[in-house]
């Protein structure tokens, strides 16, 4: 069920508005751009940023401006002055509640690379992977899936910021990186278009966006935060940070994933994704640790506290969207904002393919 090259590479339509603000946003995303109201946002005090509709929704509308845009949306809003005010307004809070979360530990002796080990062996993450290898049914899954497609589907992408903010051996190094994520330049072993087999086979949309109106505040400040990082130059440590705490924690659960579609019956075609991240970000693991974050800190080792805030964050943050899916399945609810996202209708040649999946809503 491959889409049309619009729908697949997006830009993606404007979400519905959860709330004043991002409605104000995206009504005026649809007109050329102007200046807009004066002190709009100017009150904004979120009592939980990182659960907030409202202000995660109007800040994934203001980032994406800078990576694909939006369907209809006229591009010169992407330096529109008022509007990057307005996104400064909310971005406050936000930082300011991942810096409270994420609060890195003092850099240890061993360094930079001892400090994200220290970080990661402490997470206590609640056991999404391993829920997702032994006991989530189908739709439990799918769910999963459609929360992760909304940065599978530009996977990479905003960690790439960096490449022109970098130089020497943190540069070759994410370089490396990157290249493995971007499929080595052949378009069918990009990482995004082995996700889009997986949506594919699991009878989900594939197109770019596609569930950005079914997912919560939190999954869309999973993504928000490597926007953030990636898209101001003073982040750069964090940004790293965040990366590499990506690939110290991809691995395993990554396996796990694989292991959870296959004994849900799922092929080789809807594992791929996860199966290639099992090796690769054991690799990339190291190369993240020692060459992009210790390269960076040699020669900058007054950001070693922002690499490790990054990854502090990063950690904290993906904790929140565990807790978010485990707590929804535990009390028997869809952990998405609409159930109904998820019914799609299968072409029979894809229905016939996807064998288990047929007639799965
Ligand atoms: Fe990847
Ligand atoms: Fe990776």
Redesign the pocket.
């Known amino acids: 069920m491959l889409e049309p090259a619009d729908r697949r590479y997006g830009p993606a339509p404007l979400p519905q508005p959860r709330g004043p603000l991002s409605a104000a946003v995206a009504g005026a995303l649809r007109r050329p751009p102007h200046d807009l109201p004066a002190g709009l946002g100017a009150d904004l005090d979120p009592a939980d940023p990182l659960a907030d509709e409202d202000l995660q929704l109007t800040l994934f509308l203001c980032y994406e401006l800078h990576y694909r845009g939006w369907r209809g949306v006229d591009e010169g809003w992407e330096w529109q002055p008022t509007l990057l005010a307005l996104r400064a307004r909310a971005e406050r809070p936000f930082e300011a509640a991942l810096r409270r979360l994420g609060a890195p530990p003092p850099l240890p002796p061993g360094g930079v690379a001892s400090g994200l080990a220290e970080l990661v062996a402490a997470d206590d993450g609640p056991p999404l992977a391993a829920t997702l290898q032994r006991r989530a049914d189908l739709a439990q899954f799918r769910e999963f899936v459609a929360h992760r497609s909304v940065y599978h589907l530009r996977?990479?992408d905003p960690h790439s910021w960096a490449l022109p903010r970098l130089g020497g051996p943190a540069k070759a190094a994410l370089v490396e990186i990157q290249t493995d994520?971007y499929g080595n330049g052949r378009l069918d072993r990009m990482?995004a278009e082995l996700f889009r087999r997986t949506l594919d086979r699991l009878g989900l949309d594939t197109g770019y966006g596609a569930y950005l109106d079914a997912v919560p505040a939190v999954t869309l400040a999973t993504n928000n935060v490597m926007s953030l990082f990636g898209l101001h130059r003073r982040l750069r440590g964090a940004l790293l940070g965040h990366l590499a705490a990506f690939e110290m924690t991809s691995s395993v659960p990554n396996r796990r994933y694989g292991n959870g579609l296959r004994r849900l019956g799922l092929d080789e075609v809807a594992t791929r994704f996860y199966d290639e991240?099992v090796e690769?970000d054991a690799v990339h693991e190291q190369i993240a640790v020692h060459d992009l974050c210790g390269g960076l800190v040699r020669v900058e080792p007054a950001l070693a506290g922002d690499v490790l805030f990054g990854a502090a964050a990063a950690l904290a943050v993906d904790r929140l969207f565990a807790v978010h899916l485990l707590g929804s399945w535990a009390a028997g609810r869809s952990s998405l904002r609409a159930r109904t996202a998820l019914t799609v209708s299968l072409p029979a040649t894809v229905s016939a393919a996807a064998g288990p999946l047929a007639g799965v809503a």
């Open positions: 996977e990479a994520e990482h991240h690769a």
